[in-house]
């Protein structure tokens, strides 16, 4: 059974930063791609950002490019989430995401692991 454990969300103003964690556990996630994504009430989850096993190939929505980095550490299983300069419409509920076979995809669908979400909110 795959756990994935979000931790780091809050309320901070914009302009400001937030670090999100994830940690995995419940089998050996060698080879995993994992991300994350974001959802606010009444629509859909939507992509966030991605990172490979090893850590070489990221990936990250047009709306976070350049704000948001996503970074791994294999040995402890986690992913992280560094969110600078954020914006109100940042504010949403945010989850951590896995999949086995290390291939990229922005659909959700395509995830089958996840957590239950962080809460972010920015306030203007």
């Known amino acids: 059974q795959v756990q994935l454990v979000e931790s780091g969300g809050g309320l901070v103003q914009a302009g400001g930063s937030l670090r999100l964690s994830c940690a995995a556990s419940?089998?050996?996630?060698?080879?995993?791609?994992m991300g994350w994504f974001r959802q606010t009430p009444g629509k859909e989850r939507v992509f966030v950002a991605a990172?490979?096993?090893?850590?070489?190939?990221?990936y990250y929505a047009d709306s976070v490019k350049g704000r948001f980095t996503i970074s791994r550490d294999n040995a402890k299983n986690a992913v992280y989430l560094e969110m600078n300069s954020l914006k109100p419409e940042d504010t949403a509920l945010y989850y951590c995401?896995?999949?086995?076979?290390?291939?990229?995809?922005?659909?959700?669908?395509?995830?089958?692991?996840w957590g239950q979400g962080t809460q972010v909110t920015v306030s203007s």
């Open positions: 419940g089998r050996t996630f060698s080879g995993y791609i």
């Open positions: 995401a896995a999949d086995r076979t290390n291939g990229y995809s922005d659909l959700p669908s395509r995830w089958p692991y």
């Open positions: 990172i490979r096993w090893s850590g070489a190939n990221t």
